[in-house]
């Protein structure tokens, strides 16, 4: 799915001079690099400040206590998204209450949300899924309506744009992960959180180091979720190549979309208009009712995207189904009471998506070749 060290090849002689420099200054945990890399990627997502932290979780995390979210409270969350969207929900011991997705986009339906909110909602988390921003200006208009504060889960979509906004500086926060997949990866697990507000990013950086407000001094109960140096200096590294990898993967995009097309019972990325898309995945949806053809309309096509995936793997091809168990369905929930069929557009997603390979050093041959391959294997019977 990714190669990290064809990556690394275009970039090493960087990399090693940029962690050389952090050997030679000593200095490993809060310092000059992570200022920096806070300074930069704000500034990447068209917002005032930044607070690096030690991954995208604890991002979410304290993103959601700065907001207020406490035990007993709820938050609106999508129920197709990574387990850490709902799982940070549940360690500041709320409820994340799981709403359904629009089936084009896999984002949170924004018309999904008000018959979720209570006197008890807190927070409303919009995840941009894959790359591609969600529909941000209803989702910030019911929330505004009842005064509630969206968090941007922007794990998957740095640099992504919604009518001109970039992902997380939209809502009240932003949630970046730098986990070594994404797009902009560490060697290692970090994050940060973007806001606008001033004083929301002073108590972060209080809430990251214990509560501290000064030297040995903690006004409140905090985290250590400290960024460290050496991760900092390589996303400083990586950062300079990421408007030319983004480029790259929607290159890439565009080439799958051209050979992809076409293919009965499979449908493609969509993109709505306004929305700059930045391929963290590209993601296929095999059997989809929604294109129509005769094929996807035959009972049992929702679960050929395993059967797809099989096929490819045999082939050589790696492809991975993100996700496959939707979070209302997770064992952890269970006790939430989520049954099948409570929320049907991620059910379907659950059983219809595959993501094949698109990172940046990815050749056209190698393109061709898994495209030609998924031709195949989808139109096998
Ligand atoms: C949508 C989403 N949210 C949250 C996270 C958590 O980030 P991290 O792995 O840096 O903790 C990830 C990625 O791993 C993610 O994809």
Not at 105 to 131: C, K, M, Y
Request: proline residues 6%.
């Amino acid at each position: 799915m990714l190669d990290l060290r064809a990556q690394f090849e275009t970039i090493a002689p960087e990399i090693r001079a940029a962690v050389e420099q952090v050997l030679t200054v000593q200095q490993f945990v809060l310092g000059p690099q992570g200022e920096a890399l806070e300074r930069e990627i704000a500034e990447a997502c068209g917002a005032r400040h930044g607070v690096g932290l030690a991954s995208g979780t604890e991002a979410l995390e304290l993103g959601l206590h700065a907001c207020g979210v406490k035990a007993g409270d709820e938050v609106i969350v999508p129920a197709f998204t990574f387990i850490a969207t709902g799982s940070a929900v549940s360690a500041l011991g709320a409820r994340p209450v799981f709403a359904d997705i629009d089936a084009a986009t896999f984002n949170l339906d924004p018309d999904q949300i008000e018959a979720r909110i209570t006197p008890r909602t807190r927070a409303i988390v919009a995840v941009h899924l894959f790359g591609l921003a969600a529909d941000m200006d209803p989702i910030l208009a019911v929330a505004d309506r009842h005064g509630i504060p969206v968090v941007e889960d922007n794990a998957q979509s740095l640099g992504a744009t919604n009518h001109g906004r970039k992902t997380g500086s939209m809502g009240r926060l932003g949630c970046l992960s730098f986990y070594p997949s994404k797009n902009l990866g560490a060697y290692g697990d970090a994050g940060m959180i973007v806001t606008n507000d001033e004083k929301l990013a002073v108590r972060l950086r209080a809430l990251r180091n214990h509560g501290q407000t000064g030297q040995y001094l903690s006004t409140e109960r905090g985290w250590n979720s400290r960024l460290d140096e050496l991760q900092a200096t390589v996303l400083r590294v990586k950062l300079r190549h990421l408007p030319a990898w983004t480029t790259k993967r929607q290159e890439h995009a565009r080439l799958y979309d051209s050979l992809l097309k076409d293919l009965p019972g499979v449908s493609l990325p969509r993109v709505p208009p306004g929305r700059e898309h930045v391929y963290y995945l590209y993601t296929i949806r095999i059997g989809d009712r929604a294109s129509g053809s005769a094929r996807a309309n035959k009972p049992g096509d929702e679960a050929r995207s395993d059967l797809v995936q099989q096929r490819l793997k045999e082939r050589g091809i790696a492809s991975t189904v993100y996700y496959p168990v939707p979070l209302h369905l997770q064992p952890l929930y269970a006790s939430l009471g989520g049954k099948p069929g409570d929320l049907r557009v991620s059910e379907r997603a659950a059983r219809q998506v595959l993501s094949i390979p698109l990172y940046p050093e990815l050749t056209r041959e190698q393109i061709e070749r898994v495209a030609e391959e998924v031709r195949k294997a989808t139109q096998e019977d």
